[in-house]
């Protein structure tokens, strides 16, 4: 499934009212970005986030974890700096991130990041 297959797919079921038991409203996302962990940054686009996490699409490579369990990253947003979170799931190329940091501040990013978008 290539990266606009999967964002109209997420829009589509927004729009439908699908629910979930997510803790946070997820926002529909096209932006580039980088994961870093263990000495290597690589290149994906969000897909969409929410102030609890975000999910990626990688570029080129995936990401292994290891046991299954967590794997910490830094999530590098253009214009807003790194963000410590931890790998939860992985599918193919697709990888669900939980953020470390505040809820409040990930949600001032989030408008940050929305009103840039709307310039």
């Not at 580039?32 to 990688?58: N, P, Q, T, W, Y």
């Not at 990401?63 to 967590?70: Q, V, W, Y």
Request: charge should be negative; proline fraction near 2%; hydrophobic fraction near 45%.
């Amino acid at each position: 499934m290539d990266l606009k297959a999967i964002w109209e797919m997420s829009v589509k079921m927004q729009a439908q009212g699908v629910t979930d038991k997510r803790r946070f409203e997820r926002h529909s996302l096209m932006l580039e970005a980088k994961v870093s962990f263990d000495d290597e940054s690589l290149a994906c686009v969000i897909i969409d986030i929410s102030a609890g996490g975000v999910r990626v699409r990688m570029k080129e490579t995936k990401i292994l974890l290891d046991d299954d369990s967590p794997k910490s990253v830094i999530l590098y947003f253009p214009q807003f700096g790194g963000f410590k979170g931890e790998v939860v799931w992985t599918n193919n190329l697709l990888v669900g991130i939980k953020f470390h940091e505040n809820h409040e501040m990930m949600e001032d990013l989030i408008l940050k990041i929305a009103a840039q978008d709307a310039s």
